[in-house]
């Protein structure tokens, strides 16, 4: 059984840094991409920032420049540096991994307070 376990949300202050961090468990193969998506209330979810297998990087355009992803193959772990939050960034976070798989964390809150 596959488990992804975030870690790292909380609130912080506008201008503020926070670290999320994703650890992967279980049966996952052939890892081909993580990333992390984003829900703030009343909207959809949305892509943040995802890392291929290769180690290309994509973001959101409303993130460029103050998040960064990256990840450690040995842990199966992927990180989410947040800089010069904003509270348009509050959501709850979640991880995603694709393998042979689709796979899911159960998302942690990232409160942001002006």
């Known amino acids: 059984q596959v488990q992804l376990v975030e870690s790292g949300g909380g609130l912080v202050q506008a201008g503020g840094s926070l670290r999320l961090s994703c650890a992967a468990s279980?049966?996952?193969?052939?890892?081909?991409?993580m990333g992390w998506y984003r829900q703030a209330p009343g909207k959809q979810r949305e892509l943040v920032a995802g890392?291929?297998?290769?180690?290309?990087?994509n973001y959101a355009d409303s993130v460029k420049g103050r998040f960064t992803i990256s990840r450690d193959n040995a842990k199966i772990t992927v990180y989410l540096q947040m800089n010069s939050l904003k509270p348009e960034d509050t959501a709850v976070y979640y991880c995603?991994?694709?393998?042979?798989?689709?796979?899911w964390g159960k998302g942690t809150l990232v409160t942001v307070s002006s």
């Open positions: 995603n991994v694709v393998g042979l798989g689709e796979y």
């Open positions: 279980g049966s996952i193969f052939s890892i081909k991409a």
């Open positions: 890392i291929i297998s290769g180690g290309s990087t």
